[in-house]
């Protein structure tokens, strides 16, 4: 495969990552567990070691897809997107069912999450800790599911 330039080529191997890294076991692990939480606790554990695994390389799509406003951007977004939906799912039946409280925003939790777990991934290699998706998975959970509770 032949690339025009150093951009067309991350675009390609951004692609390529998306799809195998992210999007098919996203989509393997929505598809095994029918329960929502469940999945969200898979999801986040897959990502966590994903992104401990490729911080680098995910860390360089995000820097290149946030800042210009050109295909490359659009091209992330979709992605990115396509990546999230899963979370937005989860979280939105979760709401659905009356496991989490109705009047929280679903996308807000979605991005809470997805943030805190870059927030710790980077934090942790920064610091040249290792990255514990288990630990980190439970306590981030936990404490976001204490505080989305329905009241009663």
Known sequence: MHFENKLGLLAGVMDAFYAKRLLAP????????PDPRARLVA????????????WRLIRAFGQRGRLYDDAFHERFKANNRAFTRVYLDAVTELRDVG???ADIEPRL??????GAAEHYVASRLGAGL?????????QLLAMIFSGLEPRR
């Not at 996203?26 to 567990?33: F, Q, V």
């Not at 986040?44 to 695994?53: E, F, S």
């Not at 939790?109 to 997805?114: G, N, P, Q, S, W």
Request: no cysteine; glycine share 2%.
């Open 109 to 114: 939790v979605r991005d809470a999450i997805l």
């Open 130 to 138: 290792a990255v514990e998706p288990d630990a980190f998975t439970h």
């Open 43 to 54: 999801l986040l554990r897959d990502y966590v070691r994903t992104l401990g695994a490729d």
């Open 99 to 101: 496991a989490i409280r």
């Open 26 to 33: 996203a989509a393997a692990i929505a598809a095994a567990a």
